[in-house]
């Protein structure tokens, strides 16, 4: 069938804005990850020390992380780090989003990032982009790279406020999560540092 100059245009935006939807979702769940429950975690584990080593790795290999030239042989251990330091966070993620989840669909929110984690090339950002797109039941892509979810619909733009709020529910059980484990182990946590420091002076 011939279509028309005008649809095949029409075709070619939706296009691209599904992809931008999609990016938009990918960037705020994998943002969940990066910035908000890996640096708790290593402050919950080694107190402030361990937050800011974290955001040094991350940040240098968001800068020259890179495993092609120029930059291999450069940006091949922050990168490699970044990938250790986030293996166990990246999973916990997931199943702070799958818990934030209740009200949407938390199975499937745990299907999809069982099944669908292992589609990115990293081996980490897999895991809350695959719950995410599980919970609001869409399909996330990147041309040629991957597909995450691609028997759901395409994502719209109000899927975007449903990923902020997923994510703001997912943050919301973590720090308490947090703020539960600091409480009841005070002399061997982040927190009894931090009381330690407020003491003495």
């Known amino acids: 069938m011939h ?5 095949n245009l029409l075709n070619q935006n939706a296009a691209w804005r599904s992809e931008e939807n999609g990016a938009v979702i990918e960037s705020t769940s ?6 908000i429950l890996s640096p ?23 800068m020259i992380g890179y495993m092609e030239p120029p930059y291999r042989n450069l940006g091949h251990v922050p990168a490699k780090l970044d990938d250790i330091l986030n293996y166990i966070p990246a999973r916990i993620s997931a199943l702070m989003i799958i818990l934030a989840a209740t009200t949407q669909r ?6 999809c990032a069982r099944q669908e984690h292992n589609k ?19 399909r996330l892509e990147k041309p040629g790279v991957y597909t995450i979810n691609p028997t759901a619909t395409s994502p719209q733009p109000e899927q975007i406020a449903q990923t902020v709020k997923l994510v703001r529910a997912a943050s919301m ?3 308490a999560l947090v703020t539960t484990v600091l409480y009841l182990t005070p ?8 009381l330690s420091i407020l003491i003495s002076d």
Not at 122 to 133: D, L
């Open 3 to 7: 279509l028309s100059p005008e649809i």
């Open 30 to 35: 994998e943002s969940y990850l990066d910035t």
């Open 120 to 138: 990115t090339p990293s081996p980490n950002s897999g895991w809350p982009m695959a719950a995410a797109a599980g919970a609001l039941r869409v």
């Open 40 to 62: 708790l975690f290593y402050f919950t584990l080694f107190g402030l020390p361990g937050a800011l080593a974290y955001k040094a790795v991350s940040t240098i290999d968001s």
């Open 173 to 175: 059980i973590l720090i």
């Open 106 to 111: 938390p199975i499937e929110a745990l299907n």
């Open 187 to 194: 002399t061997t946590s982040a927190w009894h540092g931090l």
